[in-house]
């Protein structure tokens, strides 16, 4: 008997960057497949879907925040003033942080191992986890960027 093995878990070619719109930056899939460490499960075209439907999120989410920079005469993301203490790229760092956080818990949540045995449904449980802490981390940057807390608590 013999073993015939599929694939060599090497990333595929990703696409060229996404455009942005003109003021957030764009986007390069081979970025975030790095940052990631997403590797050939995970085809280019899913991988592309799966950032602009996050782009399409973060930018949703941060539409607000983009306009009052722009009204204060922002034509791009690099002419706003980070704060003193960040360091350079402070505001495009959170943001790929948001965009490809998104993506990545997408994608977790889609590739949820598949197998009939008890132990194929814990590794999809520890999967739906992950994606929640990768929201998580998306959130935390919108809010970063926002300059909001990352918790609000109320008494009750």
């Known amino acids: 008997m013999s073993l015939i093995a599929a694939g060599?878990?090497?990333p595929p070619e990703d696409a060229p960057s996404l455009a942005n719109n003109s003021f957030w930056p764009d986007i390069a899939p081979a970025d975030f497949r790095d940052a990631t460490r997403l590797d050939g499960t995970v085809t280019a075209p899913r991988l592309v879907q799966a950032l602009q439907i996050a782009m399409a999120d973060i930018n949703r989410q941060l539409a607000e925040w983009q306009q009052a920079r722009q009204n204060d005469g922002a034509a791009t993301l690099d002419d706003v003033t980070a704060p003193a203490w960040a360091?350079?790229?402070?505001?495009?760092?959170?943001?790929?942080?948001?965009?490809y956080a998104t993506a990545h818990a997408s994608l977790l949540e889609r590739?949820?191992?598949?197998?009939?045995?008890?132990?194929?449904?814990?590794?999809?449980?520890?999967?739906?986890l992950a994606a929640d802490d990768v929201r998580r981390d998306a959130r935390w940057?919108?809010?970063?960027?926002?300059?909001r807390h990352h918790t609000t608590v109320e008494l009750i």
């Open 8 to 10: 060599t878990g090497q």
């Open 87 to 99: 360091g350079p790229d402070h505001y495009a760092v959170l943001y790929r942080r948001a965009v």
């Open 111 to 128: 590739y949820r191992d598949v197998s009939a045995t008890s132990e194929g449904d814990e590794r999809g449980e520890a999967k739906d």
């Open 141 to 147: 940057a919108v809010a970063e960027i926002e300059g």
